[in-house]
């Protein structure tokens, strides 16, 4: 090779070289306008030892603080103070807490005034369906909840909740452990929320799969899993793209596209989040009715379910309303029609988003109104209100 074609080769070399380093710069600054709920991102050991330092609850994974709860364990209620007996228990996750407004405001709170008795409010932000589940059969053991007239709300996102040990790989929370529910040769089983101490430190970081066990959401594993970041930079950037929850989210916009995780609402889905849940919620109302308790399970819609079925006239949980009617002691009811019906024409988001850029958060102010009008109606039109008085 002549000195010519060894210089040419050099800069050809430099060259690329040099493109790929600041292609690797632009997308590892990319990266940094990306929010961090969208990637998956291991904990740090002093994150690691903070949340082992933290109030965990190790059967059914976090409470909400103690602030906010009675001694019982329900949420504080204006409107029940004075009221000696609980007429209706509620369990659920955020949507049924009543996270971003006041305890005023949150639509059991709201039922309270309504009906004249007390609503006890055990809903937790972030549990899925099987948490508040299990929150409800420890209450119930432990003869806390007296109230006759029991409620589980289903959100319907819940779903995805229900098929991972660990809320951060959902969310953006550094490490949140939970107990989760599998469906066993029909039967529903219990996978107890992993234990884990500061020794484990180096062992979850490098092979989280040890402890969580059976976790569909495992990073990178699957659609709906988050994505891992790592150099070089201008492969793993563009991978985040491949995360359904992002481009998902993406395409709603412009398109009739369901919510990222309408997939696990089909029976045939390997994760078998639909069998899950609605054991979960089967188990629940036998459950109920050995306790001597009157359930009632609904099914509550995300705003975007609810733009979705105006686009499409489809809602994406019918699969698990199906499966529920088919047991006959079960009474399980969608919400999301009473509540379109009282918005009408109105804007969504006035109602069901406190983040209006992309449709989703939590209930409103106005929402909880409305949906405490709606539950009103729905245990009126059901008799429920007899079991009570």
């Not at 009282?342 to 969504?348: E, F």
Request: aromatic residues 14%.
């Amino acid at each position: 090779m002549t000195t010519g074609m060894q210089r040419t080769c050099a800069l050809y070399v430099a060259t690329v070289l040099v493109t790929l380093a600041v292609l690797e710069g632009i997308f590892y600054g990319l990266l940094w306008c990306i929010p961090k709920q969208w990637y998956y991102k291991p904990p740090t050991r002093e994150a690691f030892l903070q949340y082992l330092r933290s109030d965990i609850d190790w059967e059914v994974g976090w409470r909400p603080p103690p602030h906010e709860l009675s001694t019982a364990g329900y949420r504080l209620s204006p409107a029940g103070e004075g009221l000696a007996t609980p007429c209706i228990s509620l369990y659920g996750d955020s949507f049924t807490f009543g996270s971003e407004v006041a305890p005023e405001v949150v639509w059991g709170n709201v039922l309270t005034a309504r009906l004249g008795c007390r609503v006890d409010n055990y809903g937790v932000p972030g549990y899925g369906t099987d948490q508040a589940y299990m929150y409800f059969r420890r209450q119930h053991q432990q003869a806390v909840d007296q109230a006759p007239v029991v409620i589980l709300s289903h959100l319907s996102e819940n779903i995805v909740r229900n098929i991972t040990q660990d809320y951060s790989l959902l969310y953006q929370s550094v490490l949140a452990l939970k107990p989760r529910f599998i469906t066993d040769n029909g039967q529903l089983r219990l996978i107890e929320m992993p234990r884990v101490g500061p020794q484990d430190y180096d062992a979850y970081i490098r092979d989280m799969a040890q402890f969580l066990r059976v976790d569909y959401l495992l990073p990178s594993k699957s659609a709906l899993s988050k994505r891992r970041i790592f150099f070089p930079h201008i492969f793993t950037v563009p991978y985040l793209f491949t995360y359904k929850r992002l481009y998902a989210s993406l395409l709603f916009y412009a398109f009739d596209v369901p919510p990222w995780f309408a997939e696990l609402y089909d029976p045939s889905h390997p994760s078998q989040a639909l069998q899950v849940t609605r054991d979960i919620l089967i188990n629940f109302v036998s459950d109920a009715q050995r306790y001597g308790k009157h359930p009632l399970i609904f099914v509550i819609p995300t705003a975007r379910d609810l733009v979705y079925f105006r686009r499409t006239g489809h809602w994406i949980y019918a699969n698990l309303l199906t499966m529920l009617q088919r047991q006959g002691s079960v009474q399980a009811m969608n919400l999301g029609p009473q509540l379109l019906a009282k918005v009408q024409d109105d804007d969504l988001c006035d109602y069901f988003c406190t983040t209006r850029t992309t449709r989703s958060g939590h209930y409103t102010m106005q929402g909880h109104r409305v949906l405490a009008e709606v539950v009103q109606e729905v245990v009126e039109k059901l008799g429920v209100l007899s079991v009570i008085r």
